[in-house]
């Protein structure tokens, strides 16, 4: 197969929100430029990203798909990304490894939240953007709404590039800014014909293209100065102007076209070629030596030492694990060893692909700057680094997006818990958005995601994968246990069965630990410890024994005693926090105390003088922050109140309201569905602990009566 080398090489990938026409963009640009056959359709389940059976059977695109063509001598390589948020860490991924995005838009809607998220992680990550009005050809196309929308939200460096003849069904041809050229396209191939402006959209074209000038000459202060000078740009002067100004972020391009009828892909495919970087021009890739902070440089050359990073990891059927990388420098051969430098492992490429969809071509060497694939890597996965031995370096990991939805899993077979665990660390590596972690203190696995639908598919790609089954339901959550008052109790441990008894007791007095509070005047503090649970909060263990009511050797086992049911909790099994306990008084007998008897002493001492001190529930609060659109802000608002939170503030962000607020954990399961729901698909949110405050007393009653019952049941 052809080789290309680093110039010769363009990395694109397609976001925008659900529904924009990222997978029919990129089915019409592969049929333009002569890499398939015809224009797969996402109905019929025939595209070349979509091709997984819950992609097919959803009709949307679920992980990211890489693509590739030959335009004019250049390969571009494409990731066509899913727009449905719950996948959003696919989509930050696949951004981190391009080097120019198109960001797409519908014609009637314009901007929507995955526009927004989408150029948040261009932003994040430098890359050059593009925005591309789709549907051009549909109902009800409102262009000024979307250029006012692009301009109002992404600020003024905007620029219409190509811009529609005419909207709705008569779309048929673009307006060039750059050439002052019409170029018509006729039938579905994708490719067009130069006539000249008509004379009705000249004075407009004329107006947009002496707006892209100014920008242009804005980019760079020697064009500047040439600009005042001279009143224009000569056509070179403008070419690399642009150019350089695209890349640098400085100008982005506004194109339109319709991707269902093929309008507009080929003078797309024209400037990517012309105008877009190679991955040599977007400047040397930072990287760190292996096992230190030091911060080198590394080349996107050929002939350099070979630096690959992992951006994704699939499994696919007969094949096994698909390992998908871009090469930062050198190239990756066929049969090279290399070292895995996230983990040091070594590692040969037994194959080296270049991809299209489901479809893959071996090749016997990829450049610096290109994109593919390798399969069967022993320990290699996502975020990890490959290098040569003499060039040991590690690539800085994507960040993926923190999860804003939790379930518990539960086996619905028993005995199939190892091969549960293989499976989700499997899916975790493949997705690393997708995260499990196994709560100790509660006893459940959780996963998390993006939302319900991602931990859905995660769940059935485990049942038709690796053949296990499981149960989803809501997570018991990490409430505590505190005391408002004081108690004073005392408890006698007494047991007595033929031979060595059983005897301990213990007196105590009990109180919320707070940071330099004073101890009670009648007693006499001899002693005090103070624990950091594992679970927050502090138990403050004081010893006022006087006269030796009670051995030394004794004491540890009365606080053990504490930390056992401090552990498993009074009155909802929950851990409790924030306690003192100075232990003032006891008795021991002369043969049968012994630790056992004491532990247990102070065990049911504490849950006594517990029950005695005003106890309550405490939960976690989350500070979330919901993006919503305008008309939906008093429902979402109003939603947060009826979930028991408190509404911190609101911010616009362009069309979107950002609405903060602090609300109860146990309130928020399921949340980012409703949010969804309340905005017809078009309001996200996130979610991070905050802190831990009271619970109310009918939402407590209503824990401790659900825990009793559990018990009861068991």
């Given at each position: 197969?052809?080789?290309?080398t680093?110039?010769q ?5 397609l ?15 592969l ?10 359709k ?50 930050k ?52 709404k979307?250029?006012?929308m ?19 069904p ?13 170029f ?8 067009y ?14 107006h ?30 403008f ?7 695209f ?13 269902t ?54 499994s ?37 692909f ?6 893959r ?6 450049f610096?700057g ?63 958005a ?19 639908l991602?931990?859905?598919?995660m ?51 009990m ?44 004491v ?6 504490i ?6 909790g009074?009155?909802?099994g ?15 007998h ?28 405490f ?6 922050e ?17 979930r ?33 729901s ?13 802190h ?11 824990v ?11």
């Amino acid at each position: 197969m052809k080789e290309y080398t680093t110039e010769q090489i363009r990395n694109v990938i397609l976001v925008g929100h659900g529904g924009a026409g990222k997978t029919s963009l990129s089915e019409a640009l592969l049929f333009t430029a002569g890499a398939s056959t015809r224009i797969g359709k996402i109905d019929e389940g025939s595209t070349h990203s979509d091709y997984r059976s819950d992609e097919i059977e959803r009709k949307i695109s679920i992980t990211t798909s890489l693509l590739h063509c030959e335009w004019r001598n250049v390969k571009i390589n494409f990731l066509d990304t899913p727009g449905y948020t719950d996948f959003t860490g696919e989509v930050k991924g696949a951004m981190r490894v391009a080097d120019t995005a198109i960001l797409l838009l519908k014609a009637f809607e314009g901007v929507e939240v995955g526009t927004e998220i989408a150029w948040g992680y261009a932003r994040e990550y430098n890359v050059p953007t593009i925005f591309l009005i789709n549907k051009v050809d549909g109902e009800h196309v409102d262009l000024p709404k979307v250029l006012k929308m692009v301009h109002d939200r992404f600020g003024g460096d905007a620029a219409v590039v190509e811009m529609p003849l005419a909207t709705g069904p008569n779309f048929t041809s673009v307006i060039d800014i750059p050439k002052m050229k019409t170029f018509v396209y006729q039938g579905d191939k994708g490719k067009y014909t130069e006539s000249e402006i008509p004379a009705d959209h000249l004075n407009e074209a004329e107006h947009w293209r002496q707006e892209l000038l100014e920008k242009v000459a804005e980019s760079d202060e020697k064009l500047l100065e040439k600009f005042f000078e001279n009143g224009t740009l000569t056509d070179d002067e403008f070419r690399a102007g642009f150019q350089n100004a695209f890349r640098e972020r400085k100008i982005f391009p506004i194109i339109s076209c319709s991707a269902t009828k093929n309008i507009g892909t080929g003078s797309l495919l024209d400037f990517l070629v012309d105008i877009t970087p190679n991955p040599a021009q977007r400047g040397h890739i930072k990287a760190h030596l292996t096992g230190t902070e030091k911060e080198v440089s590394i080349p996107t050359e050929a002939n350099a030492e070979p630096v690959g990073f992992v951006f994704k990891t699939v499994s696919e059927p007969h094949v096994g694990e698909l390992s998908f990388f871009k090469v930062y420098s050198g190239k990756f051969t066929h049969g090279s060893d290399l070292i895995n430098q996230s983990r040091s492992k070594s590692e040969r490429l037994s194959q080296v692909f270049v991809i299209n969809g489901k479809d893959r071509k071996e090749v016997g060497h990829l450049f610096a700057g290109d994109i593919g694939a390798v399969v069967k890597l022993k320990d290699t996965h996502t975020n990890n680094t490959l290098s040569s031995k003499a060039f040991s370096v590690v690539l800085p990991p994507i960040k993926f997006p923190d999860p804003v939805i939790s379930q518990a899993i539960i086996a619905k077979t028993k005995g199939d818990e190892d091969k549960i665990g293989n499976a989700l660390h499997r899916l975790h590596e493949e997705d690393p958005a997708f995260v499990v972690t196994h709560d100790p203190e509660l006893n459940q696995t959780l996963v998390s995601g993006q939302g319900e639908l991602h931990i859905t598919i995660m769940v059935k790609r485990m049942k038709e994968r690796y053949g296990v089954d499981v149960d989803i339901k809501e997570p018991r959550l990490p409430f505590r246990e505190r005391i408002r008052g004081t108690s004073r109790v005392s408890y006698r441990h007494k047991k007595q069965s033929g031979g060595a008894g059983q005897f301990g007791e213990v007196y105590f007095h009990m109180e919320q630990y707070r940071e330099g509070a004073p101890y009670p005047n009648d007693l006499s503090i001899r002693g005090k410890e103070l624990e950091d649970l594992p679970w927050g909060g502090k138990l403050e263990f004081v010893t006022a024994i006087v006269g030796g009511a009670i051995d030394a050797k004794f004491v540890p086992a009365v606080k053990k005693g504490i930390m056992d049911i401090m552990t498993s909790g009074v009155i909802a099994g929950y851990p409790v926090a924030d306690v003192r306990v100075i232990l003032h008084d006891g008795k021991m007998h002369p043969v049968d105390s012994n630790e056992n008897a004491f532990k247990t002493a102070g065990r049911m001492a504490f849950k006594e003088g517990f029950l005695q001190a005003k106890p309550v529930l405490f939960e976690p609060i989350y500070e979330i922050e919901v993006a919503v659109p305008e008309e939906n802000m008093g429902d979402v608002m109003g939603d947060i109140s009826g979930r028991r939170g408190k509404i911190l503030g609101m911010d616009s962000n362009g069309s979107y309201q950002i609405v903060k607020a602090q609300v109860p954990l146990k309130e928020l399961y399921r949340y980012s569905t409703t949010v969804r729901s309340m905005t017809q698909g078009r309001g996200i949110h996130k979610q991070k602990f905050s802190h831990y405050e009271e619970m109310p007393r009918e939402t407590m009653e209503k824990v401790i009566a659900e825990a009793k019952h559990k018990v009861e049941e068991e």
